[in-house]
Each structure stands twice: as C-alpha cells, then as structure tokens.
C-alpha cells in the first residue's frame, strides 16, 4: 500500500501562485508516473499533468505554459508549480502515482483562485 502526503493548497488571487507536493511512500524505482488531476464542484475529475519514470511530461491545455511538474531527485515526491492563476482553475487537486500497475490517489487539496 502507498501512502501519499499532498501539501499547498490555498487561497491566492487571479495571477498569483501557488506550489503542490505530494510524497509517496514507495520506492522511486516501483513508480511508473505521477502526476495531479483536479475536479470542480459538479464536474468531473481531468487530468492536469502526469510525469513518467523516464521525466516525460503531459499537459492539459488549458495549463500549458502556466503549470509545470517535476519530481524530486529521489524520484518519489511531484510538485505542481501552478502560476498566472485563474479562477478557473479552482479546485480540488489530487496526487495520482502508479506504482506496478496500480494507481493510488492523494485525499486532495483545494485550490481557490478569486477574482
């Protein structure tokens, strides 16, 4: 089983900033990818971003060129620099990491952006 620790969250102002981490328990070589969904009230759970094993990186669109993830050198801990907030970007945020095929998810932390 692989415990996950998020951290960061917050309330912040249309263009300001904001930093996720989430920390895994299991061993970097076991993980596969990690990466950070968010869900809106009433809406579904989309993926943010995802980072491989080999440091690949996907985006969603609508966060391209103002979010970025990136991993530790230990391989186990992911953050998610979050910058130019909007107010649509309001959310639930939640750590996924693949480790051996199974997926395990963060309790979530909220992101609140104000206009």
């Known amino acids: 089983q692989v415990q996950l620790v998020e951290s960061g969250g917050g309330l912040v102002q249309a263009g300001g900033s904001l930093r996720l981490s989430c920390a895994a328990s299991?061993?970097?070589?076991?993980?596969?990818?990690m990466g950070w969904y968010r869900q809106a009230p009433g809406k579904q759970r989309d993926l943010v971003a995802i980072i491989t094993l080999a440091g690949s990186t996907t985006y969603a669109d609508s966060v391209k060129g103002r979010f970025t993830i990136s991993r530790d050198s230990a391989g186990n801990t992911v953050y998610l620099q979050m910058n130019s907030l909007k107010p649509e970007d309001t959310a639930v945020y939640y750590c996924?990491?693949?480790?051996?095929?199974?997926?395990?998810w963060g309790q979530g932390t909220q992101v609140t952006v104000s206009s």
């Open positions: 996924i990491v693949n480790s051996r095929g199974q997926d395990y």
């Open positions: 299991a061993s970097a070589i076991s993980i596969f990818h």
